[in-house]
């Protein structure tokens, strides 16, 4: 079928060169090295240039060592709620005590309760944390991946020392 009778001047697109327009984030569903129009995560961390590369690499680093502090900072939270609790003055079992409930103080029961609450929060910052370096591992850009890789062994070394190096789940 001949189309060349067909006139598309008047549509605008002329020589399609559309400098004026900014760059746009691409989305790579594979495995690449390619930096050009990068974003990580949000349409404003646009990767624009070597600088904006470099520093966004150290940031990633940061964040995901930052994962590595909180961890271990949760860990000691645990630790010395444990110890507060220890150090409760326990109560005598007698028979109304229950069980479960034996030797353990009022005092030691609240500390539990608020200390539980506290330790759901930080659950939940913990996971959304997680799942924030999954997204950063998904953009399959190889220079985000190891970097996420560097950060994380950085935050082992410095922050991972009462930590088993094996983890029970990829994700948290």
Not at 15 to 27: A, L, T, V, Y
Not at 148 to 156: E, M, N, P, R, S
Request: hydrophobic letters at 45%; a neutral charge.
């Amino acid at each position: 079928m001949d189309h060349s009778h067909m006139n598309h001047g008047s549509l605008g697109h002329g020589n399609m060169d559309h400098g004026d327009m900014p760059m746009m984030c691409s989305m790579n569903m594979l495995f690449t090295w390619d930096t050009t129009n990068l974003c990580i995560i949000f349409r404003q961390w646009h990767i624009r240039g070597t600088t904006s590369l470099v520093f966004s690499l150290l940031a990633i680093i940061a964040i995901s060592a930052g994962y590595e502090a909180l961890r271990e900072g949760i860990r000691r939270y645990e630790l010395s709620v444990a110890t507060k609790q220890d150090a409760a003055p326990s109560e005598p079992n007698t028979e109304s005590t229950t069980l479960l409930g034996a030797g353990r103080s009022s005092q030691a029961d609240a500390i539990g309760r608020r200390a539980h609450l506290v330790k759901a929060v930080l659950y939940g910052v913990q996971n959304f944390y997680a799942f924030m370096i999954m997204l950063l591992f998904m953009t399959y850009n190889g220079f985000v991946m190891l970097s996420v890789a560097v950060g994380a062994g950085i935050g082992y070394y410095f922050f991972g020392s009462h930590t088993k190096a094996v983890k029970e789940t990829a994700c948290h």
